[in-house]
């Protein structure tokens, strides 16, 4: 039997239909009952012909990730969804339903995160592996699956899951090219967000190639000793240069489009008045919009603790009256650790050590 082609491969496809010599239509009708519309498997293989039914089916890959196991939150929607890779690695996605219809879905982007960042469980993982685009899609389509089965639709979709986006930015690149594309999930680019620890030239490179796109930098501290405490990678790009990034974002994109700037808000650290006016001087002229984030607090990183919402709101109210765009966030899916920074499990660990002992 030939080699399974993923759905997400286009040329791959349609080749295949060529092959198989049915109607273009039914690939298209396929696509949108499967992609657009969230709808099962089965539903979806029942628009492609009878007679080529079964052949289609055994050389289409569906799914790159089995679902490993469903975790919903019993105090505000939120669910943890726990996937497979074929390597037999574990990967988090974080389907978050909003008071209103409004859902989104957080994805991983790989097994780990590299930025080492002190607050984030991930981060305490190291870096596994690369997700490939299939695997970053299939959380994608899998999540619509089960939304759908509720009357839901996906509406936004946020890279703040597991791994550095732009550690793995041609897969991310390829990932984005299929979400958008018509043919495929179709999905609005103003409705993407990539978030990241902040690498320069990769934000800059991606908003020419998606100027579109909604980026948000993890700052977390205007002040580069406090920022170098709690981001290693802040080592190598120091806040002129992001400041820099961030004033070329805002030449390239939409005057409408802003930069995320995320600020967790860590007592003692970085959650000071002081703090707070140091944000507003180096936020000074840009086009941005400050999410000022709670701390969940993780194993790891038992000296790190969250501001309380005093202090969140007194910090908030500095910015808003210096002029600037500040949302004060609050965590979701915290009890079923779905919520930032918690995204890890000890089975990936695991998994590594008995993958190094194998090849030892």
């Excluded at 239509?25 to 293989?45: C, I, M, P, T």
């Excluded at 020419?208 to 080592?235: G, M, V, Y």
């Amino acid at each position: 039997m030939p080699n399974q082609a993923s759905i997400y491969e286009t040329p791959a496809i349609d080749r295949l239909r060529q092959e198989l010599r049915f109607d273009p239509q039914a690939l298209r009708r396929f696509r949108n009952v499967l992609l657009k519309n969230g709808r099962s498997d089965a539903e979806a293989l029942g628009e492609i012909p009878a007679e080529v039914r079964d052949e289609f089916a055994s050389r289409v890959d569906l799914h790159a990730l089995e679902l490993h196991s469903r975790n919903d939150s019993q105090q505000d929607g939120a669910t943890k969804l726990l996937f497979r890779t074929r390597a037999g690695m574990l990967i988090e996605s974080v389907i978050l339903r909003i008071a209103t219809v409004r859902t989104t879905l957080c994805v991983s982007s790989q097994v780990g995160c590299a930025a080492a960042c002190d607050f984030c469980a991930t981060g305490k993982m190291g870096i596994a592996q690369n997700l490939m685009p299939a695997e970053i899609l299939d959380q994608v389509g899998q999540s619509r699956q089960i939304l759908a089965a509720e009357r839901r639709r996906l509406r936004n979709l946020v890279f703040m899951g597991m791994g550095e986006p732009f550690h793995n930015e041609e897969n991310l690149y390829a990932t984005i090219e299929a979400l958008t594309a018509p043919e495929l999930f179709h999905h609005t680019p103003g409705r993407i967000l990539v978030s990241t620890v902040g690498l320069p030239d990769a934000m800059i490179r991606c908003a020419r190639r998606f100027p579109n796109l909604n980026l948000a930098l993890s700052l977390h501290s205007a002040n580069q000793e406090t920022r170098q405490q709690i981001i290693p990678l802040a080592k190598r790009y120091p806040l002129d240069e992001l400041r820099r990034a961030l004033a070329e974002l805002n030449r390239i994109q939409p005057k409408s489009t802003e930069v995320m700037v995320e600020y967790l808000m860590l007592a003692g650290l970085n959650d000071s008045l002081e703090a707070a006016a140091k944000l507003v001087a180096w936020l000074a002229g840009l086009r941005v919009h400050v999410n000022l984030i709670p701390f969940n607090p993780i194993d790891d990183a038992p000296h790190l603790h969250g501001s309380d919402r005093p202090t969140r709101e007194a910090f908030g109210a500095h910015l808003k009256a210096a002029g600037l765009k500040c949302t004060i966030r609050y965590s979701l899916g915290a009890d079923v650790a779905a919520a930032c920074g918690q995204l890890v499990r000890k089975e990936n660990r695991q998994q590594r050590q008995d993958q190094s002992a194998s090849h030892s």
